[in-house]
């Protein structure tokens, strides 16, 4: 598995985005307002949607390798009373930090992504849910018009973890091989490479001076270069590659936002 923050650090991570959450929740002027980063939702199917979600993710933690049942089925639905809400969404995160805390980092769990890079193991689902939160933090914030910059270093292990579990996958990629570097702006860089045996990145050395140190700078095919916050954006589809730093040739990004290994 890609080096990772510490297990604690992730538990305290997702606890600290599901309270910045809620705050988001509890401040909006009414639930009903659309989310414009999820058009099809409003605030309230963008709560429903993260309570439930984590407590089904409680589930499958607790059942270790084999699928779980949802959590969802037959459980009470999202209250539409804010406090009540509120409540809810609290108890959601409780279960999944309580079935992580229980399960520890290297317990099997079942998950939906390819084991090239990203483990099917309790820590690799904390690592997951984390970037999770963040993201729908970011959804909500952006609702109310007062969205914050993802920490720093959720949305440094989030460029890593996006790559490493979204990305990388064993189904050919369907053009020409390509390569794609992305530089945060903190210090740290990854190379994504993509050809016909699938999608694989890697973590770059970077010199003292925070330049890159590659074997080979001119290998990429596009350079993408801008905070960790913006690039965890871009790669979640949350803001437009166009408004980053980008060198080389743009229709890689298009294609790569397009690509669905499993067509």
């Known amino acids: 598995m890609t080096t990772t923050l510490d297990f604690p650090v992730l538990l305290r991570l997702i606890a600290e985005r599901s309270t910045a959450f809620r705050a ?21 199917d963008l709560a429903r949607h993260i309570g439930e979600g984590r407590r089904d993710w409680a589930a499958t933690v607790a059942a270790g390798p084999a699928p779980a049942k949802s959590a969802a089925e037959g459980a009470p639905e999202a209250p539409r009373e804010r406090e009540a809400l509120l409540a809810w969404l609290t108890e959601s995160t409780e279960q999944l930090l309580d079935a992580l805390r229980k399960a520890g980092p290297d317990r099997g769990c079942w998950a939906w992504w390819e084991t090239l890079q990203s483990p099917h193991t309790s820590g690799a689902v904390a690592r997951h849910q984390l970037q999770q939160m963040a993201v729908h933090t970011h959804d909500a914030q952006i609702t109310l018009g007062a969205p914050q ?115």
Not at 28 to 35: C, G, I, K, M, T
């Open 24 to 44: 988001a929740v509890a401040s909006a002027p009414s639930l009903d307002v659309q989310v414009p980063t999820c058009p099809e939702w409003t605030l309230f």
């Open 149 to 263: 910059p993802l920490p720093t270093e959720t949305a440094l292990d989030g460029v890593d973890e996006f790559l490493s579990t979204c990305v990388a996958t064993a189904s050919a990629w369907p053009h020409e091989p390509a390569v794609v570097d992305f530089h945060a702006s903190e210090g740290r860089s990854w190379r994504l490479s993509l050809s016909a045996d699938g999608a694989r990145s890697v973590r770059l050395a970077r010199s003292g001076d925070g330049a890159s140190a590659l074997a080979d700078p001119d290998a990429a095919d596009l350079s993408v270069r801008g905070t960790a916050d913006e690039l965890v954006l871009i790669l979640h589809d949350r803001i437009p590659v166009d408004s980053l730093k980008v060198e080389g040739d743009r229709r890689v990004f298009d294609r790569l936002s397009a690509w669905d290994p499993d067509e």
